[in-house]
């Protein structure tokens, strides 16, 4: 049987509605309506809001299965178009035109089409030796780490600091110093006798 639903004046263009449109056909009824909630296009909301309204007819006005619902068709038509304006150069007018679309939303029921998932899936049957229950690893885990309070922990003892020995002064360095002395001392004697020189030439 098939019900359907209609949004008139929805204000997107027909172009871009098709566009969700063309995805939808043939989809069980949930799958569209996560498929829309995941479109990035601002016309899938138009179009879920569609299949909404023609599932909740198909349920309440003709006691069908939510579950068994398959969309048979989605078609979009060009509805009346708002003609606007807008001024650019040299006076003249820029012509805009707002379009606007028709959605209808054709549902059908298909029972047995739709694939149910059961409730709980059968698990394989485990060996219980080979893994060990929470409660029995956990005691295991307390068995093998013993018990230790602030108090039972011994404390190693404080390790007395070393004073940082001083290098004592080397006695290889005095007579070297020595050696300096004397040279910067001769080496001003000789200064003074070469000033020496040039005055008794200038007085002679």
Do not use: Y
């Not at 009346?80 to 007018?93: E, I, N, S």
């Amino acid at each position: 049987m098939e019900v359907q639903a209609k949004a008139k004046w929805v204000r997107t263009s027909p172009r871009k509605v098709r566009l969700v449109a063309r995805t939808l056909r043939n989809l069980p009824v949930s799958e569209a309506l996560v498929a829309c909630s995941f479109m990035p296009k601002a016309a899938a909301r138009d179009v879920a809001k569609v299949i909404r309204s023609a599932q909740a007819n198909a349920e309440n006005n003709f006691n069908l299965v939510k579950d068994d619902l398959v969309i048979k068709d989605i078609r979009v038509e060009p509805g009346p178009m708002l003609k606007r304006g807008q001024p650019r150069a040299m006076g003249r007018l820029f012509s805009i035109f707002k379009r606007t679309s028709h959605i209808t939303a054709i549902v059908e029921d298909r029972p047995g089409v739709v694939r149910r998932r059961s409730a709980a899936l059968p698990r394989a049957p485990q060996p219980a030796a080979s893994r060990p229950t929470p409660a029995a690893a956990a005691a295991a885990r307390a068995a093998l780490t013993p018990a230790t309070t602030e108090s039972d922990e011994p404390v190693a003892p404080a390790r007395p600091k070393k004073p940082k020995a001083q290098p004592a002064p080397s006695a290889s360095k005095a007579p070297a110093e020595g050696k300096k002395t004397e040279a910067k001392k001769t080496e001003a004697k000789k200064k003074d006798d070469g000033k020496k020189d040039t005055k008794e030439k200038k007085s002679k």
